[in-house]
């Protein structure tokens, strides 16, 4: 199984080098959209995955993991329907910007969490 996972990343690397590769100018054009529209998107998505979460009685470090974890399958997911599905390349760089967006969402999110339960006293 190691060996297909392996393939698997290099695939989707040379996927995405790809997309990017083809369709960097339309990036950079409409990169203060597409930011503003991924940030909303990558929020909202941690936000419902945590609400849901602490909803259905999970605990806190399980309703954060779930919450990224939600946010972070949209990105590949996203990338393999544009690029299989719809063969649309234009939609895989969209989904490129929201997976590079939700890695610093993500990380600032698992940072700010770290901070809170290291000074927290309760």
Do not use: H, W
Not at 97 to 113: E, K, Q
């Amino acid at each position: 199984m190691p060996k297909f996972e392996k393939l698997s990343k290099v695939l989707l690397a040379l996927a995405i080098i790809s997309v990017v590769k083809e369709n960097y100018g339309l990036e950079i054009a409409n990169f203060s959209q597409l930011l503003m529209a991924n940030i909303t998107l990558n929020v909202v998505a941690i936000s419902v995955g945590v609400g849901l979460a602490i909803f259905m009685g999970l605990s806190r470090k399980d309703a954060f993991t779930l919450g990224i974890e939600a946010g972070i399958q949209n990105s590949g997911l996203a990338i393999i329907i544009s690029l299989t599905v719809l063969e649309n390349p234009v939609y895989a760089a969209t989904a490129i910007v929201y997976g590079v967006v939700m890695t610093g969402i993500a990380l600032t999110v698992l940072l700010c969490r770290k901070i809170q339960l290291r000074y927290s006293f309760a």
